[in-house]
């Protein structure tokens, strides 16, 4: 079984995300696990204080160094050996799905969930093996974040997917964008489905999707291709996207 140890302020708002849906297949028949410590439970006053004001001034709260190290430190014990700690973080290295797959391929992971203006920097420094982001974009808290990251990976463990050619062929998978799907009816407010995928020729199918996924990239995720190597053929088809390709 793969393990997940979240370490968060709002542990439920994770939670709640995995009440149904892939992952909360994957929960109930065993293929992952995941365990939730919140730093309150850690603390020593009466009030169970978590955050504190920052030192040098300035508006909000930094969460405090020793109940986000003694929650970290617990987590651990749940987790197999190198299983790392990665905190989201605004300032962390941008989450993709090559992050997502050599996290699946480990044994687990432990996720801290920042809040309010942050955690104290010693936390990073000396309890984490990484910051982790989702984008160029603030939100509230890091719990939606690690909700995104255990969902990217979990549909990549065995058994939590009934059938593995779902993520095989998710975008991102092969370095491309999904090429377009249609289904029933074959026409509807005057638009067809192409004739090419009512065939049944999945040579002709297998080029039509590999063009389309190439030309959704060069023209939403153009970044993309600039890393990729093209093999002779999907250059061909790329070049034949682009030559066809009559923008609305």
């Known amino acids: 079984m793969y393990r997940i140890a979240v370490v968060a302020l709002l542990p439920e708002l994770v939670d709640s995300v995995f009440l149904n849906g892939v992952v909360g297949r994957g929960l109930e028949n065993g293929f ?10 850690f603390t020593t006053d009466q009030y169970r204080s978590a955050d504190d004001r920052p030192y040098g001034g300035g508006p909000g ?30 300032h962390g290295r941008l989450f993709d799905q090559r992050m997502a797959n050599e996290l699946a391929a480990g044994p687990g992971m432990l996720l801290v969930a920042g809040r309010y203006e942050g955690v104290d920097e010693r936390v990073i420094e000396n309890e984490l093996s990484e910051e982790i982001s989702l984008g160029n974009y603030v939100i509230s808290g890091g719990e939606l974040a690690a909700a995104v990251v255990i969902d ?8 939590v997917l009934g059938d593995p050619a779902s993520f095989e062929q998710d975008s991102f998978m092969d370095r491309l964008l999904d090429y377009p799907q249609y289904t029933r009816p ?14 049944g020729d999945h040579e002709a199918i297998r080029r039509w999707r590999l063009k389309h996924a190439l030309g959704r990239t060069w023209l939403h ?23 066809e390709y009559k923008p609305l």
């Open 221 to 243: 995720r153009p970044a993309l291709l600039e890393t990729a190597h093209l093999t002779e053929e999907e250059q061909m088809l790329l070049d034949e996207f682009k030559a």
């Open 186 to 199: 074959e026409i509807i407010d005057g638009m067809r489905v192409p004739e090419v995928l009512m065939k």
């Open 61 to 90: 709260m930094v969460l405090k160094y020793e109940p986000i190290r003694d929650a970290i430190r617990a987590a651990r014990l749940t987790l197999p050996a190198g299983s790392p700690a990665l905190m989201l973080s605004a």
């Open 152 to 159: 990217a990976v979990a549909r990549l463990l065995p058994g």
């Open 32 to 41: 992952l696990g995941i365990d939730y410590l919140s730093p309150r439970d």
